[in-house]
């Protein structure tokens, strides 16, 4: 009997979610629509330990077809062109054989899973680019993710800002409009991508796809994270293959890597650049030595976990 | 022992000031119930004072005691190795009184913690305007930074100086191509290339 009191305290701990935790699935609703309906654009500035930057945005939906282009103002013209978002175009640096991982489609924000990890509020209003915001956080029910701060335009929903907190509350990365007009479509000219910026299927076919020996699978996994992407790509200078999966909760995502290694003297690290971290571990398997790296924007501590939990597995024969 | 004695004892243990002589004492006198009120009226006092959220009060002791006490009594009687079987279930109904009191105070802890996080948001905005107008911002993080400062590993050599800026360049590119939700995953990309 002395249970009873005990479980019902324990429920109403889920029970007690504040009132306005629907007011937040709302806002997160209207946020995940109106980037497929509202026409922008503005300029916002990126910043987080040890880089800040400026970049203008246009946006446009026109005839059920959305066409995006990004251009970064300040040191190196980095540009991307999305269609339907899909990658259009992007210059700079692009890792080869990037493309070749199937398109999976891109999931829309689903407020009602982000629920389950996430405790969801709108916790006041503010005022970003001239324009008024409700601030909604996103906070983790587990110590495996971080939390987001997003203030959201009243008028449209779209983020005006958006802040990436750890565990202590403190800033990992901020994301930020300084302008932003809703009123004026960008035309054909504002969205036609410059001449550095090179096809994404240029790209591809310069790198061909490669098979991975090896099935991986991870032990442990943080809660509500899935597998959305598997690709093996094989490195222009070691030659050696290295197989990647991604995993996503639906806003956070991490990355695993794995590659044979010859070199006794490698060593382990883990490292932190802004939001994202990097950890690697060796790892030993029938193939011999392996190198796992977890990149992500997820606590260290998450990323060494699931770094601990990589199993191999050897594949059947190649399917012909 | 005077009643001050203990209370004096009581308010150290509760403040974790206590040194051994006073832990004792105000174990020995725990089994006293009028002790035991004294000492949540102080839980309450704290968790006021420290503007903590109020949980309905709980005697974990008291339930510890009774579980034992109801356990207790089979496993006497028991002979053999019925009687180590009887031990384990006193120790596992011990363990599920401590861990329910356990996940109680961590869900306490927990929204505490959210409230502090509420209220420091102001805070954490103030030095980008009244410090110095680019540096204030980097400072927030600046504990959390590893060998990596300026997006340039530094001070490592080998296998991670040629692998690790390939990984993160490929999370970062992977994530911008699949995203689509907003623009940050283009601009975590772009981030990277700026060295």
């Not at chain 1, 980037?35 to 203008?56: A, C, L």
């Not at chain 2, 996080?117 to 204030?136: C, D, F």
């Amino acid at each position: 009997m002395r249970a009873i009191p005990l479980l019902t305290l324990l429920l109403s701990g889920w029970f007690a979610l504040p009132a306005h935790a629907d007011e937040a699935q709302d806002w997160l609703t209207r946020l995940g629509r109106a980037e497929q309906q509202q026409s922008f654009q503005g300029t916002f500035v990126y910043e987080r330990n040890g880089s800040f930057s400026t970049h203008d945005i246009w946006h446009r939906v026109q005839d059920g077809q959305v066409r995006e282009r990004l251009l970064q103002l300040d040191g190196s013209a980095q540009e991307v062109v999305r269609l339907d978002g899909r990658t259009q175009c992007v210059s700079g640096t692009l890792v080869a054989g990037l493309g070749n991982s199937r398109d999976a489609p891109s999931r829309a924000l689903d407020p009602q899973k982000l629920n389950q990890f996430y405790e969801l509020a709108v916790i006041g209003k503010s005022r970003v680019a001239g324009r008024n915001a409700v601030i909604v956080s996103i906070t983790p029910r587990d110590q495996y993710r971080y939390g987001f701060e997003l203030h959201l335009d009243r008028e449209t929903a779209l983020p005006l800002k958006s802040l990436l907190l750890n565990d202590q509350g403190q800033l990992l990365e901020r994301f930020q409009f300084t302008r932003l007009n809703t009123s004026v479509v960008p035309d054909d000219r504002e969205l036609q991508p410059s001449n550095d910026c090179t096809p994404i299927a240029v790209a591809n076919s310069k790198a061909p796809e490669v098979q991975s020996t090896e099935t991986w699978h991870m032990e442990w996994l943080p809660p509500g994270f899935q597998l959305t992407n598997t690709s093996a790509r094989k490195d222009t200078q070691t030659k050696a293959t290295v197989d990647s999966l991604m995993y996503e909760d639906g806003l956070a995502r991490f990355s695993v890597f794995l590659e044979p290694i010859s070199d006794a003297s490698v060593t382990e690290t883990r490292t932190q650049l802004g939001p994202t971290v990097a950890v690697s571990r060796r790892l030993n398997t029938v193939d011999g030595e392996m190198m796992v790296t977890v990149v992500g924007e997820i606590p260290i501590g998450t990323a060494e976990r699931i770094a601990l939990s990589v199993r191999g597995e050897k594949k059947p024969a190649a399917q012909p | 022992m005077s009643r001050d004695a203990l209370q004096e004892s009581l308010s150290a243990v509760m403040d974790n000031e206590a040194d051994e002589l006073e832990l004792r004492r105000v174990l020995n006198a725990f089994d006293d119930a009028e002790t035991r009120d004294t000492w949540s009226r102080y839980q309450v006092a704290r968790a006021v004072m420290h503007k903590d959220l109020l949980i309905p009060r709980l005697d974990i002791a008291a339930a510890v005691s009774a579980a034992l006490a109801d356990e207790a009594v089979p496993a006497k009687a028991a002979r053999g190795p019925w009687r180590s079987l009887g031990r384990l279930a006193v120790a596992a109904s011990v363990t599920v009184a401590v861990l329910a009191g356990v996940r109680l105070y961590n869900q306490d802890e927990i929204a505490g913690a959210e409230l502090a996080q509420q209220t420091q948001q102001p805070v954490m905005a103030g030095p980008q305007v009244k410090g110095p107008a680019v540096l204030a911002g980097y400072k927030e993080s600046a504990d959390t930074t590893g060998p990596m400062a300026n997006g340039v590993l530094q001070g490592q050599s080998g296998w991670q100086d040629q692998r690790l800026p390939g990984y993160l360049r490929q999370h970062a590119q992977e994530s911008a191509l699949k995203g689509t939700e907003s623009a940050l995953p283009y601009a975590r990309a772009a981030s990277l290339e700026n060295r």
